[in-house]
């Protein structure tokens, strides 16, 4: 996902609220989410404006749609490329916001980008405002938690120490680490037994494996049929899906079959900065709730709730 920015007075403070989230103390908040075609939407109101927003850490900024941000006419930087994975936007703006608030959350200086995400709107059939990056998430503890739809930011310190002790009711289980490449989550793996480098990305709807990865570790994916694969900027490519199996981080954390796309990942490092053998999106994050601290440059992921089914 792609990103642009605009420049307000020094007194402007153009806030984003979450209409629906729930204030936990002074440096957490509980945003409730939705899922549309796989993506984790959550809403809010910018400048006078209420509407959807991704939750995307493939994305390096704050991203506003142009189609509803058109009377901001004046651009700190102007005909900007940016790339993604699958293929390159051309003509972003860029703005800077004074303050993006949180309830009572507030990031200052943030960068955002303008960009026309009106194809993308028109496939998702949602009103998009835009995409919320890696430039507003830096700062929190992000835990992502599928089962309850809702994410949980957390202040931090530069140490990537909470601010608030008493946060997570639920058990951490687990953690890993992971580099940060630019602003791209980059794990350590395995399929099969083979070695493999994913990047952790929330905004991808499917998991997806580089077409060109050695052989022995394509033998763990199983195709099922093809599909046209699009992106925001509107452009589409013929992929082959399937199930990608025995994909592991470490000896105890583990995932079942995930849904998964076969395609070239050539402009990947344009993306993301980084190159890898795949991407793990919404499948990673249904089969683990995942907390996310980007200063400590781990993830930590909590217990999934025991199901006792009623035999009656």
Do not use: C
Request: hydrophobic fraction near 40%.
């Amino acid at each position: 996902m792609l990103l642009s920015v605009w420049v307000f007075a020094k007194d402007v403070k153009p806030p984003i609220i979450f209409s629906k989230a729930v204030y936990v103390n002074a440096n957490t908040t509980r945003i409730p989410f939705k899922v549309i075609d796989q993506l984790i939407v959550v809403e809010a109101d910018l400048l006078g404006r209420s509407g959807n927003f991704i939750i995307d850490t493939g994305s390096l900024n704050l991203i506003l749609n142009q189609r509803h941000f058109m009377d901001r006419k004046t651009y700190e930087l102007d005909g900007m490329d940016r790339s993604g994975v699958h293929a390159s936007m051309d003509n972003v703006k860029q703005q800077v916001l004074n303050a993006f608030q949180m309830n009572a959350i507030t990031v200052k200086s943030l960068n955002a980008d303008v960009i026309d995400l009106s194809h993308f709107e028109d496939t998702k059939k949602m009103k998009l405002l835009g995409i919320i990056g890696y430039s507003v998430l830096k700062d929190f503890e992000v835990f992502i938690d599928l089962y309850l739809n809702q994410i949980t930011l957390t202040k931090v310190d530069r140490h990537g120490e909470r601010l608030t002790n008493k946060v997570y009711a639920e058990k951490i289980i687990d953690s890993v680490d992971f580099k940060l490449k630019r602003h791209s989550i980059l794990l350590n793996g395995f399929i099969g037994k083979r070695p493999a480098k994913f990047v952790l990305d929330t905004g991808a709807e499917y998991n997806q494996l580089n077409e060109k990865i050695d052989p022995s570790i394509k033998a763990f994916f199983y195709p099922t049929k093809t599909m046209k694969l699009s992106d925001a900027s509107g452009k589409s490519k013929q992929v082959t899906t399937g199930k990608l199996y025995r994909v592991q981080l470490n000896e105890s954390i583990y995932f079942g079959p995930m849904k998964t796309v076969l395609t070239n990942l050539r402009q990947m490092k344009q993306a993301f900065g980084t190159t890898a053998d795949g991407v793990l999106g919404f499948e990673f994050f249904k089969q683990q709730r995942t907390i996310i601290n980007y200063k400590k440059q781990q993830l930590y992921f909590i217990a999934q709730p025991v199901i006792i089914e009623n035999s009656n």
